[in-house]
C-alpha cells in the first residue's frame, strides 16, 4: 500500500478492474482542483488503487500542501456536493460502513509540518499529515513523547490516529487521544477553518470541540492541525509476561493488580493464539504488564508484581522483548494473516477475560478459531476470527459477531466491526446502537454539515 | 426576572409544587435574593423561581414545563462558581440540585462511580477513602462545590497537572436534555460509541442540558506523597523554576504559585507555615511509588535551586502537609481579610511565558490603581490575579474590569486562554472574540443548536450576547468598557 | 449583557448595624461558599437562606434596608444554630456568631410573637435565668413532678401530647432533677490536695447547676487534685449565654456586668469554666461590652481569665495516680468549645491519659446535635434531624458511652439515645477524670 501521491496523468481515466465505478468526477472540478494543489497532486485511475476500500474505488484523490489548500478543496467538493473521504495513512481506512458512493480522497500527507514545539511546555503543535512515528522521533529527541502508542505509527498520521481515536497498550496509565489534545485546528463542511481548544494544557474557554473531533471518523471536519500535551520521556521501561494457566484466573489477577499500588503502564491480557503472533509462548493466556520511570522503580514492581499475582496461579514475570510492544494493540488481529473478521468490544474491565472466553466458545461452537487480546486494564478487547476457507459463511460470521455484541451489551458495554468483508458488514451493523444519544449526534452532524458530505454514512448512527 | 404577571407566578408555582412538592419551590423576594450570585459577587440576576428537584424524573418535569411556558431555565449547585455561570440571566426557573446529592454507587472493581450532581465533591473522596481510593479532580473549593458544578465547568485544581481535569474522569452522564428528554450519553465503559458527546457535555456550562447522574473514575490513592515548599526573593526565579523541574524529566502531581500578597493573608488566616517575606512561594507535590520519590524529590530540590530558590523545605509529616495545603486551597477566602472584596480572574498562558505575563498583570493592575494577590496552578500555567477592591469606593468596580479585561488580552496575545477552569459564563462571554474568530464562535453555536435549539437552557452564557436582565443598578444597561472601547464583537 | 453592580443603596462609609449592634463583619464575606459544606442546617435542606452565607447576605441586606423582616427571613435566621462552625471554615474571618446574634437580638425586638411565646421568653429569660432562686424553686418543683410519678403518668398516658406550641418537644428535654441534697450549691471553697499550684474559680452555670450538681462537684475535686484551690462564689448567677444567643440583648448585658463584678471581687488565676455555651460567651465579655466604659477594660480582662476545663487542665499532664477504667468511649465536641473557642486537641489529649480507656473517633463529632441552648425547644424538628444524625454516628462508633462537656448537648443527647432504646450512656470529661481520681 502506498501512502503518498504518485506522479499522476492528467486525463480523468477508467478504473482498472472490473465491476468499479467509473470516475464521476467532471473535468472540469478535477480542474478546478489541479488549479488548487498543483497537477501533479490530482490522482485519478489506476493511481487510485491504493484508496479502494470494500471493493470501492473513490473518484479522485487530491492532496493539498497547505490548510488554505484544504479548505478550497473541501469548498470546490462541498458546492459539487461531492463526498468526501479525509486520509492520513490508511490504516483505519476500511473502518466503518462501506460508503454508497465513493467520492472524493482528501489526501492530507503533505501537511506533515511539526509547526511548533516548545518543551518547557510540555505540548507540540503539527499538521495532521505528520506520521505519528516521525512525530515521536522529533520529540524524543528533546526528551519528550506524546504519550499515545497505537499500531502502525509508521504509517498512521496524526490526524488519523485523532480521527479514529486510536490507541495502544500504554492507554492504561496514559490515556487516549481525549486525554491529550488540548487544540484543534478543522476545516468544516462549507470550507471555513476553525479552531477548538488552544494552545495551553488547561482550557476551558468555549465548547470542548477537540473531545468532539476525537473518533469522529472525519464526519464532522477535516483535521488539518493538533496541539498535545507531551510528557517527558521515562527514564526506563521494562515489559514482562505473566502466564496462566486459566483465562479466568489472569482476569481476577488483573482486578488484583488494579487494586493494588502497582503503578503499570500497561496491562495487555492475550489468549495462547494471540500471544504467539507478538512472538510469546503463553498457553492458554498471558499478562502483558509494563512498567516505566526509575529503574529502582520498575524492579520493585516487577518483584511486587508477582505477589500479588502468585494466588491467582500466575507464574513469575518474565522479561519480554521490547520489540512485542509494537504488536500488542493488533495481537489479535496479526495472528491470522487475513482474519475473517475483527470486533472490538469496549467493556468493563471485571468482564474481560469473561468476554474473551465466552467470545471464543460461541465462535468454537460454530467451528470457528479466533484470537483475542485486550487492554484489561481498561476494557477494550478485540477479537478476530481465523478465516477457514469455505466456512467464511457471512451469515454465520455475522451470528457470531452479533453475539458477541449482545454479551458485551449484556455488561453494559458494546461492540463494533473492526474489520470485515463487505458481506459481514452488509448482514450485521457495523458500529453498535447508539440509542438517543444517536439522535443528538445526527443533530450535531446535521447542524454542522448539512450537505452531508464528509464520509456520508461511514460511521455510527447512521451518520 | 422575567415580567410576569402575577396570576401566571402563582399558576407556575402551582404546577411545579405539584411537581417537586410544596417544600421544594422558592419565590418570596428575600428568598430569591440569596441565589442572585454565585460565588462572583460583582454579577447578580434574579430568578423567578427556585426549584429543589429530588430525581431526575423531577428534573425532566420541570424542564418540561419550562419548555411549555417558554420559560428560562438553569441548574445550580453550590454556587461557588466564579463566572456567574449559574445566574438566571434572563430570569425564569433556578433548579438548585443541591438535595440531589447522593452517591448512588461504588463499583470498586471497575474503578467507577455514579453520583448524583448535588454531592459535593470532597464527599465523593470521603465515600471511597476508606477502601482506599479517591476522586482526582479537587478544586480549591471542594470542600463545597458539587460534581454536578465541576462538570458544568470541567473544574481542575492544584492535582490536574498530572491526573487531568474533570473530563477526564467522567466516564458517562444521565442528562434532562433542554427539551426534557432524559438521555444517557457515554456510560460506564472507557470507548465511546458514536462522537463524544460525555466529553462534549463536559465544560459546556450549563447549556447543553442538567446531569442528573455521573459516571466518574475513581482512583487508587498513592502509596506516597511528598510535599516540598520553595521560597524565592524573585517571581521570575519562581517561574523559571516550573520549567526546570519539568525540563528534569519530572511531571509533579501538582505544583502550585503564591505570591507575598496572598502568603501573608494565608499566614493571617491559618499560621501555615509560609514565610511572610518571601517574594513569591512554589509549594510542590509528588505522588507515586514510595520507592524512588526520594530520588524524585531531589531533583526536585536540584532544580529549584538551580533557580535560585532560597529555602527548599519538605513536609515533615500528613499534619505538616495538609497545613501548607490549606494556605493554598483557602487563600481566596483569605483575601477577605485585606480586602472588603476581590474580583478572580482566571487565564491559561504557555508556561514559559509566566514571567512575562506576571509581570504585565502587576503592571496592569498598578496602573488602575489597585493591589492583586497571584495564586496559580503554575505548573500548567493556569493563573488567578486576585484584584483587590472595595466596592463602595465610587469607580473601583469599574477600574476592576478594565484591568480584568487587559489581563485577558495579555493571556490571549502569549496564546494562552481566558478560562482555565472557571469558565466563561456571563463574566467573560465578551472576551470570547479575544481568542476565537467568528467562524470559530459560528461553529460553537452550531454544536448548541444541536443540544439546545429554543435556547432556553441557560441563556445568556458563553457567547457575548445583548439579551439579559442582569442588574446593572439604577439603569437598566450599560455598554461594557470594552464594547465602549471597540473591542468586542457582539452576536 | 451581563454588567458590574453597586453592592450597596446606602451612601458609602454608612456603618452597618442592627438592633444597634454592629454588622460591619457581613462585608469580610466574599461568597466564597466553603461554610456550605459544614453547615448543619444547610446539609439537612440544602437552601441557600438556611446556609451561613445566604445568613450572612440576608442580615447585609436587612442592615442595608435591601429587605425587611419577613415571616420567611425570621424562619431562615432563627433555623441557625449559632454553633458557629462556618467560622471555623471560614477563611476570611467572618465573625459570624457576631452577625447572627445582633439579628436575632433585632428579630426580638420587631417581631416578638405571640402571646404565648413572649411568655415562655419571660418566664426563661427574664425569670428563671436571671434568678437563680426562681431557678431553684422551679427545680425542686421539677423534682416533685418526676419523683411522685406525674411525669411518667403524663408521659406514658401521651397527656403530654395535647400540651400546645412546643411544650411536649419541652417536656420531652427536662432534665431529671435530682434529690435536694444534690442540687445543694457547691461548697464555696475547695482546697488544693498536694503542692498548690494556685487558686481559680468555677463558673456553676444556671441549668448545670440544678441538673449536673454532680458535675460541679467532680469539677472541684479534680482542679483540687490538680493542685488547685477552688472557688465558688456563691452569689453568682447566669452568664447570660442563652440571654445572648436568644436575642435577650438587654438582660444579657446585665448579667455579664454582674457576673464580671462577682468574678473580680473573687481574685482568682483563672475563671474555670465546665459548659462550653458559658465559657465561649464569657470569653467574647470584651466584644460585649465594648461599649460600656465602665465595664470595657473589666470586660476584657476578665474574658482574657477564662478558661474552658479542658483547656485548663490539658497545659500539665494530670497528676497521677489515675484508676483504669476499661470503657469505649467516644467525644461529641460541644459547638461553643470546638468552634467557638477552637478547643478541639485538648479534652482528647485529656482523655489520652486516662489508663484502661479505649478512644473511638465519633464522624462529624464537630457538628451539632440540635440542643444549641433552647433551639431543641424553638426549633423542634431541626433539632430532632440533627439529633438522629447524632445518634446514628454515635452507635455506628460501638463505643459504650459518649462522653461531651456541656449540659445541654447531655441532655439533648440522652434523649435521642433514649428514643432509640440505646443503653449508651452519655458523660461529662469531667465524670470520666473524676471517677479515675475516685470520684467523691
Same mark, same amino acid.
Given at each position: ?19 468499479? #465505478? ?77 460508503? @454508497? ?83 484543534? @485546528? ?123 499475582? #502468585? ?153 | ?43 447578580? =440576576? ?10 431526575? *424524573? ?7 414545563? =419550562? ?24 430570569? +425564569? ?54 460534581? +454536578? !458544578? ?21 466516564? !458517562? ?99 501555615? !507555615? ?42 515533615? *509529616?500528613? =499534619? ?48 488602575? !490603581? ?10 500548567? +500555567? ?37 478560562? +482555565? ?28 443548536? =444541536? ?41 | ?83 458557629? &462552625? ?36 419571660? &418566664? ?5 435565668? $436571671? ?19 406525674? /411525669? ?65 462537684? &467532680? ?24 440571654? &445572648? ?95 467557638? /473557642? ?6 482528647? /489529649? ?28 424553638? /426549633? ?57 481520681? $475516685?470520684?467523691?
Amino acid at each position: 500500500m502506498r501512502t503518498g501521491p504518485t506522479p499522476s496523468k492528467r486525463r480523468a481515466s477508467r478504473s482498472a478492474s472490473s465491476g468499479e #465505478r467509473l470516475s464521476l468526477v467532471p473535468a472540469p472540478l478535477l480542474d478546478k482542483l489541479r488549479a488548487v494543489v498543483g497537477g501533479g497532486h490530482v490522482l485519478s485511475g489506476v493511481e487510485l488503487s491504493p484508496y479502494v476500500v470494500d471493493g470501492r474505488t473513490p473518484e479522485a484523490a487530491v492532496f493539498p500542501a497547505t490548510v488554505d489548500e484544504v479548505a478550497a478543496v473541501v469548498s470546490l467538493a462541498a458546492e459539487a456536493g461531492l463526498p468526501l473521504v479525509p486520509w492520513g495513512g490508511g490504516t483505519a481506512a476500511a473502518v466503518g460502513v462501506p460508503p @454508497t458512493r465513493a467520492g472524493l480522497v482528501l489526501g492530507l500527507s503533505r501537511l506533515r509540518a511539526i509547526v511548533e514545539h516548545e518543551p518547557g511546555d510540555l505540548t507540540v503543535t503539527a499538521q495532521a499529515g505528520v506520521i505519528l512515528s516521525e512525530l515521536q522521533a522529533a520529540l524524543n529527541a528533546r526528551g519528550q513523547w506524546l504519550s499515545l502508542d497505537p499500531p502502525d505509527a509508521d504509517r498512521a498520521t496524526l490526524g488519523g490516529v485523532l480521527a479514529a481515536n486510536a490507541s495502544g497498550p500504554r492507554r492504561h496509565l496514559y490515556g487516549t487521544a481525549r486525554d491529550l489534545l488540548i487544540g484543534v @485546528t478543522v476545516v468544516t463542511a462549507d470550507g471555513s477553518v476553525v479552531r477548538g481548544g488552544g494552545r495551553v494544557v488547561k482550557n476551558v474557554a468555549g465548547y470542548d470541540l477537540p473531545k468532539l473531533f476525537i473518533g469522529s471518523y472525519g464526519t464532522l471536519g477535516v483535521i488539518v492541525e493538533a496541539t498535545l500535551k507531551l510528557r517527558p520521556r521515562p527514564d526506563d521501561e521494562r515489559l514482562v509476561a505473566v502466564r496462566f494457566e486459566r483465562l479466568k484466573d489472569a482476569g481476577t489477577a488483573v482486578r488484583a493488580i488494579l487494586a493494588s499500588d502497582l503503578i503499570p503502564n500497561a496491562v495487555d491480557l492475550v489468549d495462547a493464539v494471540a500471544a504467539r503472533a507478538v512472538g510469546i509462548d503463553a498457553a492458554p493466556a498471558a499478562l502483558l504488564i509494563g512498567f516505566d520511570g526509575l529503574r529502582e522503580q520498575i524492579d520493585w514492581q516487577i518483584a511486587e508484581l508477582g505477589s500479588v499475582v #502468585r494466588p491467582y496461579g500466575g507464574q513469575a514475570p518474565t522479561a519480554v522483548p521490547a520489540g512485542v510492544w509494537t504488536g500488542l494493540a493488533r495481537a489479535a488481529q496479526a495472528a491470522f494473516e487475513t482474519p475473517a473478521a475483527v470486533m472490538t468490544l469496549s467493556v468493563l474491565p471485571s468482564l474481560v477475560a469473561d468476554t474473551m472466553e465466552q467470545g471464543a466458545n460461541s465462535a468454537r461452537q460454530r467451528g470457528l478459531g479466533t484470537a483475542w487480546c485486550a487492554h484489561a486494564g481498561v476494557g477494550l478487547v478485540t477479537g478476530a476470527v481465523r478465516a477457514e476457507g469455505q466456512r467464511q459463511d457471512p451469515a454465520m460470521l455475522a451470528t457470531v459477531l452479533a453475539e458477541w455484541r449482545a454479551a458485551a451489551r449484556a455488561g453494559g458495554g458494546h461492540a463494533s466491526i473492526r474489520w470485515a468483508p463487505l458481506a459481514v458488514k452488509t448482514a450485521l451493523p457495523v458500529w453498535d446502537d447508539a440509542g438517543p444519544a444517536g439522535r443528538i449526534m445526527q443533530r450535531i452532524k446535521a447542524e454542522v454539515d448539512p450537505q452531508n458530505i464528509l464520509n456520508p454514512g461511514r460511521f455510527a448512527a447512521g451518520i | 426576572m422575567t415580567s410576569m404577571s402575577s396570576e401566571r407566578k402563582s399558576a407556575l408555582r402551582r404546577e411545579l409544587e405539584t411537581i417537586v412538592g410544596v417544600g421544594g419551590v422558592l419565590s418570596d423576594p428575600e428568598e430569591l435574593l440569596v441565589y442572585e450570585s454565585d460565588g462572583l459577587t460583582l454579577f447578580r =440576576a434574579l430568578a423567578d423561581f427556585v426549584v429543589f428537584p429530588r430525581s431526575a *424524573d423531577d428534573v425532566a418535569a420541570v424542564v418540561k414545563l =419550562a419548555n411549555r411556558e417558554r420559560v428560562p431555565f438553569v441548574a445550580r449547585g453550590a454556587g461557588t462558581g466564579l463566572s456567574g455561570g449559574c445566574l438566571p440571566a434572563e430570569g +425564569g426557573l433556578v433548579l438548585s440540585l443541591m438535595r440531589m446529592n447522593r452517591v448512588l454507587e461504588v463499583d470498586y472493581d471497575n474503578h467507577i462511580a455514579v453520583v448524583e450532581p448535588g454531592l459535593v465533591n470532597l464527599h465523593l473522596s470521603w465515600a471511597v477513602g476508606p477502601r482506599g481510593y479517591y476522586y482526582a479532580p479537587d478544586p480549591s473549593s471542594q470542600q463545597a462545590c458539587t460534581i +454536578g !458544578g465541576n462538570i458544568a465547568n470541567n473544574s481542575g485544581g492544584p492535582h490536574t497537572l498530572k491526573y487531568g481535569v474533570t473530563v477526564n474522569h467522567v466516564l !458517562g452522564l444521565e442528562v434532562v436534555m433542554p427539551d426534557g428528554e432524559i438521555v444517557w450519553l457515554g456510560g460506564r465503559t472507557r470507548d465511546a460509541l458514536g462522537y463524544d458527546l460525555t466529553g462534549l457535555f463536559v465544560g459546556s456550562e450549563g447549556t447543553f442540558g442538567i446531569a442528573t447522574k455521573i459516571v466518574v473514575r475513581i482512583m487508587r490513592k498513592p502509596q506516597a506523597v511528598k510535599t516540598v515548599l520553595a521560597v524565592f526573593d524573585r517571581v521570575e526565579h519562581a517561574s523559571a523554576a516550573v520549567s526546570a523541574i519539568i525540563a528534569r524529566g519530572l511531571v509533579p502531581a501538582a505544583v502550585e504559585m503564591i505570591d507575598q500578597l496572598t502568603i501573608e493573608a494565608v499566614e493571617d488566616a491559618f499560621g501555615c !507555615g509560609y514565610p511572610r517575606d518571601a517574594a513569591a512561594a512554589l509549594l510542590i507535590e509528588l505522588d507515586g511509588l514510595a520507592v524512588g520519590m526520594e530520588a524524585q524529590a531531589e531533583r526536585i530540590v536540584a532544580a529549584c535551586r538551580d533557580s535560585g530558590a532560597r529555602e527548599v523545605r519538605t513536609a515533615a *509529616d500528613e =499534619a505538616e502537609r495538609q497545613l501548607l495545603w490549606k494556605g493554598r486551597k483557602s487563600a481566596f477566602g483569605a483575601y477577605g481579610r485585606v480586602s472588603p472584596a476581590y474580583m478572580v480572574m482566571d487565564g491559561v498562558i504557555p508556561r514559559t511565558r509566566l514571567p512575562y505575563v506576571l509581570g504585565r498583570v502587576n503592571e496592569i493592575v498598578a496602573a488602575h !490603581g489597585l493591589r492583586v494577590g497571584n495564586v496559580f496552578h503554575a505548573g500548567d +500555567g493556569n493563573l488567578h490575579p486576585n484584584i483587590l477592591y472595595d466596592p463602595r469606593k465610587p469607580g473601583e468596580e469599574a477600574r476592576v474590569v478594565e484591568a480584568g479585561a487587559a489581563i485577558m488580552k495579555v493571556c490571549a496575545e502569549v496564546g494562552g486562554s481566558i478560562s +482555565g477552569e472557571h469558565g466563561i459564563g456571563l463574566e467573560k462571554s465578551d472576551f470570547m472574540p479575544f481568542i476565537f474568530s467568528a467562524a470559530d464562535l459560528a461553529f460553537m453555536q452550531k454544536v448548541k443548536v =444541536a443540544f439546545n435549539p429554543t435556547g432556553l437552557c441557560n441563556p445568556g452564557k458563553v457567547f457575548p450576547t445583548k439579551k439579559s436582565c442582569v442588574e446593572a443598578g439604577p439603569v437598566a444597561y450599560r455598554p461594557h468598557a470594552i464594547e465602549a472601547q471597540g473591542l468586542a464583537q457582539r452576536f | 449583557m451581563p454588567h458590574p453592580t453597586a453592592e450597596t443603596a446606602l451612601t458609602p462609609g454608612t456603618a452597618l448595624q442592627l438592633h444597634g449592634l454592629s454588622v460591619e463583619g457581613v462585608n469580610q464575606c466574599v461568597h466564597c461558599g466553603l461554610c456550605l459544606a459544614y453547615c448543619p442546617t444547610f446539609s439537612e435542606l440544602g437552601t441557600e437562606m438556611d446556609s451561613p452565607r445566604g445568613r450572612i447576605f440576608l442580615i447585609k441586606s436587612l442592615a442595608e434596608g435591601r429587605i425587611g423582616l419577613t415571616d420567611s427571613t425570621v424562619e431562615h435566621l432563627s433555623l441557625c444554630l449559632d454553633c458557629r &462552625a462556618c467560622e471555623t471554615v471560614c477563611p476570611a474571618g467572618v465573625p459570624y456568631g457576631r452577625l447572627i446574634e445582633a439579628a436575632k437580638a433585632e428579630i426580638e425586638r420587631t417581631r416578638p410573637g405571640g402571646l404565648l411565646r413572649r411568655a415562655f421568653r419571660w &418566664a426563661n429569660f427574664g425569670l428563671l435565668l $436571671g434568678r437563680p432562686r426562681a431557678l431553684a424553686a422551679a427545680a425542686a418543683a421539677l423534682r416533685f413532678y418526676q419523683a411522685a410519678g406525674v /411525669q411518667r403518668f403524663v408521659r406514658r398516658t401521651g397527656l403530654v401530647r395535647l400540651l400546645p406550641g412546643t411544650l411536649p418537644a419541652w417536656e420531652a428535654l427536662l432534665p431529671t432533677v435530682p434529690r435536694a441534697s444534690e442540687r445543694a450549691p457547691l461548697s464555696p471553697y475547695t482546697p488544693a490536695e498536694g503542692p498548690r499550684r494556685g487558686r481559680v474559680a468555677v463558673l456553676t452555670g444556671c441549668v448545670q447547676a440544678v441538673a449536673f450538681g454532680a458535675h460541679n462537684r &467532680a469539677t472541684a475535686r479534680v482542679l483540687a487534685r490538680n493542685g488547685w484551690d477552688v472557688v465558688a462564689p456563691p452569689e453568682q448567677g447566669c452568664c447570660g449565654a442563652l440571654n &445572648a444567643h436568644g436575642g435577650d440583648h438587654a438582660r444579657a448585658l446585665d448579667m455579664a456586668r454582674q457576673t464580671i463584678d462577682v468574678f473580680e471581687r473573687a481574685d482568682v488565676e483563672a475563671v474555670v469554666v465546665n459548659t462550653s455555651g458559658c465559657g465561649a460567651h464569657m470569653k467574647a465579655y470584651g466584644a460585649l461590652l465594648a461599649a460600656d466604659p465602665a465595664y470595657a477594660e473589666r470586660a476584657r480582662r476578665f474574658a482574657a481569665s477564662v478558661r474552658d476545663l479542658s483547656e485548663f487542665l490539658a497545659t500539665e499532664p494530670l497528676r497521677g495516680p489515675l484508676t483504669a477504667m476499661p470503657l469505649t468511649v467516644t467525644y461529641h465536641d460541644p459547638c461553643h468549645v470546638v468552634h467557638g /473557642q477552637k478547643i478541639r486537641s485538648a479534652p482528647r /489529649q485529656l482523655l489520652a491519659q486516662l489508663p484502661g480507656l479505649r478512644v473511638v473517633d465519633l464522624p462529624e463529632s464537630d457538628w451539632c446535635c440540635g440542643s444549641a441552648g433552647i433551639y431543641n425547644l424553638t /426549633q423542634p424538628d431541626m433539632a430532632a434531624r440533627l439529633l438522629r444524625r447524632k445518634v446514628r454516628h454515635v452507635i455506628s462508633t460501638g463505643a459504650e458511652a459518649v462522653v461531651t462537656a456541656n449540659p445541654g448537648c447531655i441532655l439533648q443527647i440522652q434523649q435521642g439515645l433514649r428514643e432509640v432504646g440505646s443503653p449508651i450512656k452519655v458523660l461529662h470529661l469531667v465524670e470520666l477524670l473524676d471517677r479515675a481520681y $475516685g470520684g467523691a
